[in-house]
């Protein structure tokens, strides 16, 4: 046979014993329990002496009780003896239990004036009172007199007669120790002993059967789920009801089985007979518990505890609800859900279970807490990529729980990086656009310098053929027309690139103007262009670059001195508006402006689009971007023939004519 | 003018360079020496008496800034920088590696020769100072004689009008400083200045046409754009 057999085997007869061993652990905890509760027979202090016992005092307590009855009866059955017999069977029963010789207890009832009216016995009270135990009831008096001083408040019994026959008489009570008579006090004494002997020997076995119940649950656990040939774990059908129901089962099993050792104990006493037939349901108690104790087991091993529970299936339809429906209505649910439990816990919950609460309470403030955090760690990143502090924006995942909280952090990563490689990207293509324009127009510049040296040449050999003559003046043309465009070049593409150093001063445009002017009367004097120039008295300060206005002003001057109609007049003027200072040249083109304004400030653009005439087209372009560069506003207006430029330049209030006259200053340009 | 004697070398990786500036310098009378790059110059300067360098600074083996940094560390001979580098940070470096001027490409010859011939006038006997009279004023290369009302650039006579002679003399006076149109104004005519007037201006540029090498590109007589005019102060 092979082992998987015994295996099963053993099983079998591990479950079967299980059950049986449960049982009797049920039952036996029930004996105990009620003995422990009623017969006190069975104590941690081994109790020798019966008259120390609970059980002593309750077969008095009992007696006694029975007595006064009795002695009420008989009294009261003397003084209408004559006339009704009253009720024969209970005298007749009660009389027997205190007749003489049928009881350990004597007693002798005296009246008020000390004699004796009825007794059980002929002895002396002195006798009486040595018997072993004796109780003196006064009811004249209203006094108790007794050696027994345990458990007992005798005092309740002449505040019960005072109404009756019994009133103002005196009882005395002896109660024979030794037992001798088989009454129900020796019954009792009996008992007792047979308990209290039996006791250790129950508890040994209970113990042992505990033990063995126990080795049986272990080992029930370890075998659970495990079938023949399989290494994992097998789920039986009920590992697949919801675990909350399971538990349910096993909470009213329990329930169940403190039903059953109530019932026992209180209304139906321990004997033989309730014990077979307690047997049954408890057996049924029994085995619920160990089918939900097995099943737990067995998610466990399976590690699906969590799975076949309502919990999860609840929380699973909130997150499915939650993917395809709005965050609002499952941030309510949380917390409505959230709320409901604290209420409900602190309503109705006891201490333990609010103890729990505020446990998990702190739990959910911590998690709060941790994704505010985090919350405020990822905005800071996104902070930073957008203000392209680009060093420090890197966010650690590991701190994100896994799932959408680490794939926003993922991402925020995923944007900086992408974000700071395209903006590498960029510098690195404007470096190279820049680098490679300024190389070129240097490569350009090297053949052209030989190109104008040898022209000049020529045109120093003063060849005799007006031909030639007229070629080389075409070429000396065109060449200075490269160099100057080649220049231009270089400087428009270094101004794009922000490699353009802007140094800003406090400087007049007012003396710039009417320096300009200086520089241009030769060659508007040579096109026959007048130029008036309108500028305030003082000086125009304003914060600029030196060369690049100077720069700027040129190239519309040489602009007007180029384009403009012969005989026409240029009108330079320098005017303050608002906190600016405004500077306008105007002049009558020569060609038509058959272009817009916008078009001939673009690179290359000019006014003659047949790109015949003189100059070429960047100096506008230049001029633009070297204003923008400072600060200021360039703008052209074209209206029929009429080319306006005008240029805007905040006015440098801070200082006064005084910084312009200041040595130190004059002395270090 | 009697350059005879003098020898310049002439540096260029080009070779078209070369021989069109040797022809323009042959011309003014220079003994012309030709290298293609930075060693040549060296070997040429230790054999032969160089009284003026023209170097080109993109070279292979050695480029122009090694060679003047050597040169440098022996002798204190005029070197002028020949580059297609046009930014004002490249004119920077090439003057404190120890160049005494830096011309642009393309340029123009004529400029190129005028500039030499003013570097080798100040540079050698030819361009002899007078000596210090009292009324004399000078900045570098410019020397203006109150007492004979005469004005020298590097030995070469300029002829100025009154006027243009009042305003360069008051600049001269006051090397180094910068002056506005109206106060130039003030001090040459004695009046207060009004109006959009620029005479002054019109006066500058006429003066530094008649004594800078080139008048775009001047040493002496300097615009300072949005504030005024001054004159450069040298040794």
Known sequence: MNK?????????????????????????????????????????????????????????????????????????????????????????????????????????????????ILSNNSLTEGQLMQLGNFIILDFGKGTVDTDYVKNMDFQGYPER????????????????????????????????????????????????????????????????????????????PEDYIPLEFLLLLGCIGVGLFWVLMYELIENAGVDRFSVLTASMPALVIHTSIVVVYLSIVRRVKAKVEWKHTLLKQFADRIAKASEFKNVVLQTILTFVIFMSVNYICIVYGNLPVKIILAGVDLLMCGQLIRWSLQRMEMYNSINMINRGELDRYHLDITHFRKGSERTLAEAINSIGNSFTKMLDENTRAERMKADLITNVSHDIKTPLTSIINYVDLLKGLKLDNDEAEEYLRVLDEKSQRLKTL?????EASRISSGSVKVELETMDFRELLLQAGGEFEGLLKERELELITDVPEGAVLVKADRRHMWRVVENLFSNAAKYSMPGTRVYAELFPDGDAAVFTLKNISEQPLNIRAEELMERFMRADSSRTTKGNGLGLSIAKDLTVLQGGGFNILLDGDLFKAVIRFPMDEGSSDTALNSEELRENL | MGYEGYNILICDDDKAIVDAVGIYLSGEGYSVYKAYDGAQVFDIIQKEQIHLVLLDIMMPVMDGLEVTKMIREQSGIPIIFMSAKAQDEDKIQGLQIGADDYITKPFNPRELVARVNSMVRRYTKLGAMPADEANSYRTGGLVISDDKKKVTVDGRDVRLTPLEYNILLFLVKNQGKVYTINEIYENIWNEEAFGADNTVAVHIRHIREKIEVNPKNPQYLKVVWGWGYKVEKYE
């Not at chain 1, 099983?11 to 079967?16: L, R, V």
């Not at chain 1, 272990?218 to 290494?231: F, M, P, S, Y």
């Not at chain 1, 080649?486 to 270089?490: F, N, Y």
Request: net charge negative.
């Open chain 1, 4 to 116: 998987w057999f015994y295996s099963r085997i053993v099983k079998a007869a591990s479950i079967i014993a299980t059950y049986v061993v449960g049982v009797l652990c049920l039952l036996l905890v029930t004996v105990v329990v009620y003995y422990a509760v009623r017969k006190d027979g069975i104590r941690y202090e081994n109790l020798e002496n019966f008259q120390d016992s609970q059980a002593y005092a309750d077969a008095l307590d009992e007696q006694v009780n029975g007595l006064l009855s009795y002695l009420h009866t008989e009294l009261e059955s003397a003084d209408t003896r004559a006339g009704e017999s009253g009720d024969q069977s209970e005298g007749y029963l009660v009389e027997n239990r205190f007749l003489e010789g049928y009881s350990n207890i004597s007693y002798q009832l005296y009246d008020s004036s000390g004699e004796q």
């Open chain 1, 486 to 490: 080649a220049e231009d070049l270089v």
């Open chain 1, 161 to 236: 007669v005072t109404e009756s026959a019994l009133a103002g008489k005196r009882l005395v009570i002896g109660v024979d120790t030794s037992f001798p008579v088989r009454d129900r006090l020796s019954v009792a004494r009996d008992t007792f002993f047979e308990i209290r002997d039996s006791s250790n020997i129950m508890m040994t076995l209970e113990a042992f059967l505990y033990a063995v119940l126990i080795l049986l649950y272990v080992h029930l656990a370890i075998t659970a789920g495990q079938r023949e040939k399989k290494d994992k774990v097998i789920l039986r």
